[in-house]
């Protein structure tokens, strides 16, 4: 499986913003995905989850509100749409794929995009 992100860019605090994760290879309907970030000097932090059949979101409390996370099964393409977004948003996403939703550890997930940056003026 192999996963492409897009849709970071350059916001003024308010904004908004869409990330995409494209997968090409394995069964994407079969697996979940998460958004992450990574601000600088922080260690990586799950943002944002979705089970396989998208019927299931959870979200952390910095975003929740904020961010929503959905997915097309058929395009394989999870989606984060961000809005209300705030200089302390700024970081680089990431999406990744686990086999469970129910726990995301890093050690969970067995693939990840490439990341895209995203950032927020104030």
């Known amino acids: 499986v192999q996963l492409q992100a897009s849709g970071g860019g350059l916001v003024q605090a308010g904004g908004s913003l869409g990330l995409s994760c494209a997968a090409s290879g394995g069964t994407f309907s079969s697996y979940a995905v998460a958004w992450f970030r990574q601000a600088p000097r922080k260690g990586r932090a799950l943002v944002a989850h979705?089970?396989?059949?998208?019927?299931?979101?959870n979200y952390a409390d910095p975003v929740k509100g904020r961010f929503t996370i959905s997915r097309d099964n058929a395009k394989r393409t999870v989606y984060l749409q961000m809005n209300s977004l705030k200089p302390e948003d700024t970081a680089v996403y990431y999406c990744a794929a686990a086999h469970d939703d129910s726990a995301w550890y890093l050690a969970d997930v067995f693939a990840w995009g490439q990341g895209t940056q995203v950032t927020v003026s104030s």
């Open positions: 979705i089970n396989w059949s998208g019927d299931s979101t």
